[in-house]
């Protein structure tokens, strides 16, 4: 791609919860050896989130520091991703198109498909801004993730929303063609309307990640893209750290390449730094994964980044992106590490507390008390309607 045609990430900011629950402390309520998860899937911690927080919450903390930093005017289109959605309706984004005072001369709409959404709306915000230059994107991809007590997936929750500014020019990552896609029709990991958490068949899900990673390179190949030696990293989708690492020697093997433990670590560690400490984000996870690449690797400049967003059910997508001279002078580093540093630690009574929590669903008043230091709150249910306000 030329340079001139460029289009990509032009801004990238995170938030994630309120609360945060150890493994250690998981594991001492479950019985299991700790090391299951801090080696066995590569978790340290999860946020949890407030009971005055929810996606959208997290979706305008995010969101917030974007619009400030480059105002609005040239904003046209909010596109929200989510697997976790508070409506059946009404678009999330249009909660936090209205809490960051974002002008009416907006589209607002929300994607799913379980994790892969925010790449599909990645995607489809390149295409307007193709359309239009001077115009920018906002996509968001806010998700928590919620198992059942209990079950295998529980060790995987976490929550946190990233919101990306996808413009002509980007001062971050130039995203490029082709893509490789993929599809495939399994139950892997599903939810259905009636239930709050999660079903799961993990071992299925696992391989049916890495049947993903094949269908999309070969697409990618086919369709003409690099060869695997010319990547200087690759960002994966996370619902568990272990997963990248997985899936990478996956598709080294494929590829016929060396796949010994430092060469894996080298191309994906530093995507993982947030994730085993935030825990699976659905959708936001591998955006959450560059967050974390772009601020904790040595210089990247001139440096194509492979990134595997995998979408139980399933859909899939492999892309390059190449990363932007002077794209540091941009980055969100310690405000992302503070927003992971600042969660208040639980104790177990407190997370199966706010795991159990539901409203009533009569349509009376439901005021939620006060929780979250974040700079935006759900207030309360109300007519069947969710109340937000600043904090
Ligand atoms: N010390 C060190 N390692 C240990 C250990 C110990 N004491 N005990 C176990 N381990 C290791 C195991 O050997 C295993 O490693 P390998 O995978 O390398 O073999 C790892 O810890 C996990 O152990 P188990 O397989 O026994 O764990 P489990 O069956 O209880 O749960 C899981 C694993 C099925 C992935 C479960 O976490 C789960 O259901 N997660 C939710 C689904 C999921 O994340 N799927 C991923 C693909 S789907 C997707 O990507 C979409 C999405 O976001 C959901």
Redesign the pocket.
């Known amino acids: 791609m030329s340079e001139d045609a460029a289009i990509g990430i032009h801004d990238l900011s995170f938030a994630t919860a309120q609360f945060v629950l150890t493994h250690a402390t998981l594991a001492a309520e479950n019985g299991y ?1 700790v ?2 998860y801090h ?3 590569g978790q340290r911690s999860m946020s949890v989130p407030a009971a005055d927080e929810d996606i959208v919450t997290m979706a305008a903390a995010a969101a917030a520091p974007v619009v400030a930093r480059h105002g609005a005017d040239r904003i046209r289109t909010v596109v929200f991703a989510t697997e976790t959605s508070v409506d059946q309706a009404k678009a999330a984004g249009i909660h936090v198109h209205s809490l960051l005072g974002l002008p009416s001369a907006t589209r607002v709409v929300e994607l799913k498909q ?2 892969y959404a925010a790449t599909a709306a990645l995607q489809f915000a390149i295409g307007l801004v193709h359309r239009d230059r001077a115009q920018q994107v906002l996509v968001i991809a806010s998700d928590v993730s919620k ?1 059942e007590l209990g079950s ?2 529980e ?2 929750q976490g929550a946190a929303a990233v919101a990306m500014l996808v413009s002509a020019d980007p001062a971050l990552v130039r995203i490029e063609d082709p893509s490789g896609v993929y599809t495939a029709d399994i139950m ?2 599903w939810r259905p309307n009636y239930r709050t958490t ?1 079903l ?1 068949d ?2 299925e ?2 391989s ?2 890495l049947q993903a990673v094949e269908g999309t390179w070969k697409d990618y190949t086919e369709q003409g893209g690099r060869a695997l030696g010319e990547f200087g990293a690759f960002c994966y ?1 996370q ?2 750290t ?2 990248a690492y ?1 899936a990478h020697r996956h598709l080294l093997q494929h590829c016929g390449h060396n796949t010994g433990a430092g060469e894996i670590a080298r191309f994906i560690g530093h995507t993982t730094t947030y994730n085993t400490e935030i825990g ?1 984000s ?1 959708t936001a ?1 591998m955006y959450l994964g560059l967050a974390s690449l772009l601020d904790n690797a040595d210089d990247l400049t001139g440096q194509a980044v492979g990134f595997l967003s ?3 059910g399933s859909v899939a997508e492999f892309f390059a992106g190449t990363v932007v001279p002077g794209y540091r002078a941009h980055l969100r580093s310690e405000v992302h590490r503070a927003a992971i540093a600042r969660r208040q630690d639980i104790d177990y009574a407190k997370y199966r507390e706010l795991h159990e929590r539901s409203f009533p669903a009569d349509g009376a008043d439901h005021p939620v008390e006060r929780e979250t230091a974040g700079p935006y709150r759900l207030a309360g249910l109300s007519g069947h309607k969710r109340i937000y306000e600043p904090r």
């Open positions: 050896d090391a299951k080696a066995g899937i379980a994790c198992y295998p997936g060790a995987t892997d990991f999660a799961v993990g071992r899900s696992v049916a990640y989708h619902p568990f272990k997963m997985k699976n659905y996870s995998y979408g139980s």
